[in-house]
């Protein structure tokens, strides 16, 4: 059975910091290009950033230089460090799992949330 559980949402204030993590199990983690997504309320979903299975990382144009996307294969976890952190952040954020990025979602988690203040 295939499971995404993301964790490490919070609430912060603009200039500061969160680690998000996503536990994998249930299929071939390592042969998966692995996506953070995010939704705010009323807004389209907005990816934000892949890394392939290789370890090539893409990024959105507004987290590019603020946020980190990473993995550890043997552990089957994806990380997303996010640094200065802006109101705009705000969403609820998805980890997903892709054949290859930009191939579309194959599985995703239930999403943790994150708040910003100004």
């Known amino acids: 059975q295939v499971q995404l559980t993301e964790s490490g949402g919070g609430s912060v204030q603009a200039g500061g910091s969160l680690l998000l993590s996503c536990q994998a199990s249930?299929?071939?983690?390592?042969?998966?290009?692995m996506t953070w997504f995010r939704q705010a309320p009323g807004r389209e979903r907005e990816g934000v950033a892949g890394i392939e299975s290789d370890g090539g990382t893409l990024y959105e144009d507004s987290v590019k230089g603020r946020f980190i996307i990473s993995r550890d294969n043997s552990k089957n976890t994806l990380l997303l460090q996010m640094n200065n952190l802006k109101p705009e952040d705000t969403a609820m954020y998805y980890c997903a799992a892709e054949a290859f990025c930009g191939g579309g979602t194959d599985f995703y988690g239930q999403g943790t949330q994150v708040t910003v203040s100004s």
């Open positions: 249930g299929f071939a983690f390592s042969d998966y290009c």
